[in-house]
């Protein structure tokens, strides 16, 4: 049986989450390094390292919600991202804003016509 995890746990896994989206971002504005899935990915795996009690999706999914807050996006919507099976939500991270409310919207019109 797993244990609720504690406030600070949440709060870590909120920073941790915060990192992500920070990073991306940072990313994103400076538009000449590289950062590619793969370096994303390995950050995200040490990350999850320093918090087992919700480990890399769960840190992957909140930095998801942080994201879609940021853009004013509900937070229903981006949850919706996590389910589709072709969404892969680190790549979702390094999204441009405008590709990433685009990527909300075809999946809200997708999961619309079900």
Do not use: W, Y
Not at 66 to 84: C, K, N, Q
Not at 108 to 114: F, I, R
Request: charged share 30%; aromatic share 2%.
């Amino acid at each position: 049986m797993a244990t609720k995890p504690t406030r600070q746990q949440v709060e870590a896994c909120d920073q941790f989450a915060e990192a992500l989206v920070l990073l991306t971002q940072a990313a994103r504005l400076d538009g000449k390094g590289k950062l590619d899935r793969g370096d994303l990915s390995e950050i995200a795996s040490r990350l999850a390292q320093a918090s087992p009690a919700f480990g890399l999706d769960g840190i992957v999914a909140r930095a998801m919600e942080r994201r879609g807050r940021l853009l004013g996006l509900p937070s229903s919507t981006v949850e919706l991202l996590t389910l589709v099976e072709d969404v892969k939500p680190l790549d979702a991270l390094l999204l441009t804003d405008e590709d990433f409310r685009e990527l909300v919207e075809r999946v809200n019109e997708e999961l619309g016509e079900v």
